[in-house]
């Protein structure tokens, strides 16, 4: 028996996706089912994915602090695939700094991307959702939205951020058949981390969580096409970490 997809019919869109976890779940979601509009401001990455995966994705220019690209990604799902299923917000940017090396600038950079993009998107995506008769938003924070960290001021903010805004929208689009959850990776291998440079020992780091290494993102894209797909019909509200057991406690 021909196994269906657990996004079969489903059309989403991804920001972000141009690499890392991102362009993980853009593909997973078109292996899954699902058609997929795709936006970063890394375009040449971003259509070479698309032009990888073929018919089922399409690539739009989109950064997320513009509330016209939103509108442009959004209306790119319905004339592309004809209507709008899920909405995953995963763009973000990280700055290692101390709070007295930071200025105002990078604090703002940081929560525009992070917390106004996914807000922004919120915003735009739920009266396409709605039309689409429901369907569900998964915001990326991380495991910085339940701890905090020399260096991560604002990235730790705006990760703590995005559960108040997942849990009140979850509460306001809730009678539309929207369900808004949010996802906490830990430590996974991307670009991202990979340039970092916090300044701690990632080796020493991970050989002491009860998983002892680095996630891939393939394993935080399984929660993401869970919180995604029907199977997750009565979780809204929620956040599913995915952190090889970082916030079980210290590690003495
Ligand atoms: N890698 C980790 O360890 C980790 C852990 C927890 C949470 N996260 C979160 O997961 C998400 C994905 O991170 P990643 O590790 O894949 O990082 P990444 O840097 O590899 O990918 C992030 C993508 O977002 C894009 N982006 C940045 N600013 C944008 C904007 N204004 N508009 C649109 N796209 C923009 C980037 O170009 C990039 O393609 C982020 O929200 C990040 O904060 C990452």
Known sequence: MESVGRLEGKVALVTGGARGMGAEHVRRFVAEGARVVFGDVLDEEGKQLAAELGADCHYVHHDVTRESDWAAAVAAAQTYYGRLDVLVNNAGILRFRRIADMSVEDFTAIMTVNVTGAWLGIK?????????????????????????????????????A??????????????????????????????????AGSGVDGNTFFAALPIPRWGQPAEVTEAVVFLASDAASYCTGTEVVVDGGMLTGAGY
């Open 162 to 195: 995005l559960r108040g805004l997942t849990k009140s929208a979850a509460r306001e689009l809730g009678a539309d058949g929207i369900r808004v959850n949010s996802v906490h990776p830990g430590g996974i291998a991307t670009p991202m981390t990979a340039s």
């Open 124 to 160: 735009t995506a739920a009266p396409a959702l709605n039309a689409a008769g429901g369907g569900s938003i998964v915001n990326i924070s991380s495991v910085e939205g339940f701890i905090g960290a020399a260096g991560l001021s604002a990235y730790a903010a705006s990760k703590f």
